[in-house]
């Protein structure tokens, strides 16, 4: 006869139960600690802390969504732009701030709404036949982007297309939607596209994205805030090169020089680069024209040696040329290089005059 | 006793019950709060470094963010650095930067023509920690050296040194509870050279197709038409006329001086004459802005192995770095070459260095 009290086996089962139930319905919680969504340049803590971290996620997706936007519109080229802000009140602001520092801008901390760069924002919710949909806004200078989302569960998702307004140059823009395919959904499908100053361009593509739960990844096989910039970036100047290639018959070259990238995968110049960079930008005068070669790939798809070459195009608009007189060159083999080739890793920069 | 162990062994089950009672449920909430954790939404880089500054390196960068803002107007200027440097005392000189009014851009590498870094070296002689600070932004580097005479208390132990801009400034060295000033001559500025990257930086070849023409045509043993300077530009020889390398670059600007460095026979050497004569030129000739061409010259025999370029374009460098080291920017200053083993006439001094100060047309 067992010795044990009648009470004990009942609240045993009971217990063990409990604990397997909650380990077999976990509370799959999406959530974004409050650091990953704080400017480095201004902050309140207490605003992001009071927040709810699936809300915190959700706002970070939105805000990822409208940044990786905005650093395809050509006058807003991180690399160039400096934006002012100031110290935000509200989650969606720290979110957006962030996100701004994050893309590569330049920021610059204001009391009021100085400059001509002057980062606004809002959130308006909407009560529709469709349910709750949220408009964010966000207004940089005279360019504004606007879309509508909706929440859905612990997931949020565009119910509109991207309004951008105050630019003329949006018919390459590729919005960074995938990123909201990756949380999943029953079925769920969401329009995606742009359009410019509330007007459809017929040159726009617009798509109904469908979002199953086969769809949804791991949280750490999602895409990192920063590769979806990089991605926009390089997508930019990938467009940018094919749109504006130049007619190097009408030019005679000038200057060349070749920098040298301690490796193939390294973004840094270095001192040396830069000033050889610096002294040939200094004869650049307004018609003539800089060509960044680095690609030495076979096939022409080196991403490695788009990167060196978006570097230096990003070290030439750094030092005022525009970026509309630089121009990637396409790939073009000149040795034989190996995938896995480490060694120093020319780029050649060659400056073009007028004939 | 043996009844005591028969006891504890009719009790075993209950225990054993007990124990997996407290046991599973923690186990379970151990497991599920290491589930949340894992949970994030778009991943992020880390953000800025907590840990704390020591005061000496407050005082110090506060020194440093001073001068900054005396050489960069901050309401204009965007400054970069690396947003994966998350070390304290950078985030601390940031912190200082924004609060001054400047733009700061986060950068995956070195982008920018406005780049921060800075370097800290610490020596100790004499029982005294050293302190050396140098602050790089750009082109231009700011360095001082300070000493640590007591717990949180520093000491100014140099003058400011200042390479790559001509800028005053103004050394506001006030003594305060964490700062005393032992030698108030220490608190000015002086300029230096930056010669650290020069050995480094590639060659920029000058392929304009006239040149190309000129080569083809020369004739096997004259002087040679083209060598690289001291910024390792490619530069034409101007013995055999032409234009400067460099004049696309002079259109808006006009000649408001022009003097010539005269050397010694055979020689690179540049004397205290010539060094006071620079000194002039630099002090109360050159603004902020100016360029100053120079064209280094050596027409006539020479016994010397490196020849008349290397003699020509040797007295142009000893000339440019004379200008570096009184805080002018290689950027402002056209170093070019005339050589021939015969005189130039009166184009072109036998053995000098014409110096042509230009300033930006109003």
Redesign the interface.
């Known amino acids: 006869m ?4 009648v009470f ?2 009942p ?2 089962a009971l ?2 139960a ?3 139930s ?2 077999t319905t ?1 509370e ?6 409050p ?2 969504l ?1 400017p ?3 902050s309140k803590p207490s605003v992001l802390a009071e927040t709810d971290a699936t809300e ?3 706002l ?2 939105v805000a ?1 969504n409208l940044i990786a936007t905005l650093v395809q519109i050509p006058e807003m080229r ?2 160039t732009a ?3 802000v100031s110290t935000p009140q509200t989650v969606f602001g720290h979110a957006l701030l ?1 996100a701004l ?2 893309a ?6 204001v009391s009021a709404d100085q400059g001509k760069n002057y980062v606004s924002y809002s959130k308006r919710l909407s009560e529709t036949e469709s349910g709750e949909v949220t408009d964010y806004t966000l207004a940089v200078g005279r360019i504004e982007l606007s879309r509508e989302y909706v929440v859905n569960g612990d997931a949020v998702y565009p119910s509109s297309l991207m309004n951008i307004s105050g630019t003329d140059s949006i018919a390459d823009i590729s919005l960074a939607d995938d ?1 909201f395919i990756e949380q999943g959904g029953d079925g769920t499908a969401f329009i995606s596209g742009a359009i410019g100053n509330g007007a459809a361009n017929p040159d726009l593509q617009i798509v109904t994205l469908d979002v199953n739960d086969f769809d949804e990844l791991p ?2 096989k ?5 590769l ?1 910039f990089a991605e926009a970036r390089q997508r930019f100047f990938e467009k940018d090169a094919k749109r504006s290639a130049p007619d190097l018959a009408r030019y ?9 990238f301690d490796d193939s995968t ?11 960079v ?3 930008v ?2 650049f ?1 307004g018609d003539d024209i800089m060509v960044i070669k680095a690609c030495q790939a076979a096939d022409g798809t080196d991403n490695a040696s788009m990167t060196r070459a978006i ?1 230096v195009k ?2 030439l608009a ?3 040329v525009p970026t509309k007189s630089s121009y990637i060159a396409p790939c073009a083999r000149t040795s034989y290089r190996h995938a896995s080739d480490n060694s120093p890793t020319p780029v050649e920069l060659i400056h073009y005059r007028p004939n | 006793m043996t009844q005591s162990v028969d006891d504890t062994a009719g009790r075993r089950p209950w225990f054993t019950t007990a124990r997996l009672c407290i046991l599973i449920p923690l186990f379970s909430i151990g497991a599920c709060s290491t589930m949340d954790s894992a949970e994030s939404g778009l991943q992020t880089g880390t953000f800025g470094s907590e840990e704390r500054v020591e005061t000496v390196d407050q005082t110090i960068l506060d020194d440093m963010t001073d001068i900054v803002t005396q050489l960069f107007e901050p309401i204009d200027t965007t400054l970069q650095v690396n947003y994966a440097n998350n070390d304290p005392l950078l985030q601390y000189f940031i912190d200082q930067l924004v609060n001054s009014g400047y733009g700061i851009q986060r950068v995956s590498a070195d982008q920018g023509a406005n780049y921060v870094s800075y370097r800290r070296d610490l020596s100790k002689a004499d029982g005294t920690s050293t302190i050396n600070y140098r602050v790089f932004v750009g082109a231009v580097e700011i360095a001082r050296d300070y000493s640590v005479p007591r717990m949180n208390i520093v000491a100014p132990a140099s003058v400011f040194r200042l390479s790559g801009t001509r800028e005053s400034v103004t050394v506001n060295d006030r003594p305060s509870g964490r700062k005393i000033v032992t030698d108030p001559s220490l608190s000015q500025a002086q300029y230096f050279a930056s010669l650290q990257l020069d050995e480094q930086a590639p060659v920029i070849s000058l392929i304009t197709p006239q040149l190309v023409e000129r080569v083809s045509a020369r004739s096997a043993d004259g002087p040679s038409l083209q060598a690289l300077n001291s910024s390792k530009i490619e530069v034409n020889n101007l013995f055999y006329g032409g234009g400067s390398t460099f004049s696309s670059l002079l259109d808006n600007y006009q000649r408001v001086h022009k003097q010539v460095i005269v050397f010694g026979n055979d020689s690179m050497v540049l004397g205290d004459t010539n060094k006071s004569l620079i000194d002039q030129l630099v002090d109360s000739k050159f603004r902020n802005g100016d360029i100053i061409s120079l064209v280094g010259c050596s027409n006539g025999a020479t016994s010397l192995d490196i020849g008349n370029e290397g003699l020509a374009l040797g007295r142009a460098k000893r000339v440019t770095e004379a200008l570096l080291n009184r805080g002018i920017a290689r950027e402002y200053v056209l170093d070019e070459g005339c050589w021939a083993p015969v005189s130039a006439g009166d184009a072109f001094p036998s053995r000098g260095v014409v110096l042509e100060l230009w300033r930006e047309n109003a």
């Open positions: 067992s010795t044990v009290p004990i086996r609240a045993a217990l063990v409990f604990a397997l909650a380990c976990p799959v919680k999406v959530g974004v600690p650091e990953a704080t480095r340049i201004t915190r996620a959700q970070q997706l990822t991180p690399s400096t934006l002012q962030r520092e994050d590569g801008f330049g920021m610059q901390l990123i949280q750490d999602r895409t990192r805030q920063d979806v005679g070259k000038f200057r060349r020089t070749v920098l040298i390294t973004q840094m110049m270095g001192a040396s680069n830069k000033l050889a610096r002294l040939l200094r004869e005068s570097r990003e070290e750094g030092l005022g």
